[in-house]
């Protein structure tokens, strides 16, 4: 049976640790004013790390880089395939930033969000699980640091213009009539409880009344509470209907959330 994950390896703090603290704590702290820059430390973090895994799980890493180094720990089956994946995009993010792009534009905070994301889950899982170590307390501030800009869509319109809004917010489909009365009832309500019965979508009711009033600037932030076992189903509706907000997962021990705010 293949491990989830290695067993955690306690350790002291080591040379090879505060250097890749001061790595990923670069990738995170350049992300406003230097984006392309937080990509290459982005990717040079997730290298350190599974160059470290490498070393400690099958021997001498040698001068294989992060895209070889992911291949050889996985079919040794040293990762666990939930970070397979955020290692994944941390390469293809630190390619992108590495070369001259046919189109030639810049890159900005919000384009990088997805790769910075993987980069915390993939910081978590090495401290927490791998290590089995407290997240260095810059990690921690440096990730706790960065607040997310004012959405900048079209303005909301006053009344809620259905088709309007599919369009403006690029949503994948069309809601349903009574979909869109939830959302309207979520979207004019100082507090309110949807209680439709199970599968007539109420998650992406939820979600598409957070974006409206992220919209129209009733908040900048959004704090979900749910079982874990619907954790990765909100995810998985946040990346479909709502793809340009910047998600960040919050999961644990109570002594895990206060080290650091875990995205997806």
Known sequence: MKRESPEPKKEEC??????LTGVIVKAMGYAASDPETSLMYA??????ICTHVFSREIGNP?????DKLIELLSNKDCLPERIKIPLRVIQQYGNYAAHVQPDRESI??????PCLTALVQVTNWYFHDYLGAEIPAEIVTANNEYEPPPPAPPEEPTVLDYATIV????LPSALRPYQWEGVSFLAHSEAALLADEMGLGKTVQAIVALRLALLGS???????VT???LVFNWERELAVWAPTLVVRRVMGTSEDITLIVCPA
């Open 227 to 229: 079982p874990a076992s």
């Open 43 to 48: 990717r040079k973090s997730a290298e350190g």
């Open 14 to 19: 080591s040379p090879d640790k505060l250097y």
């Open 167 to 170: 369009k403006e917010m690029n």
């Open 108 to 113: 900005d905070r919000p384009y990088i969000g």
């Open 62 to 66: 040698g001068n294989n880089r992060l």
């Open 218 to 224: 009733v908040s900048k932030r959004a704090l979900i």
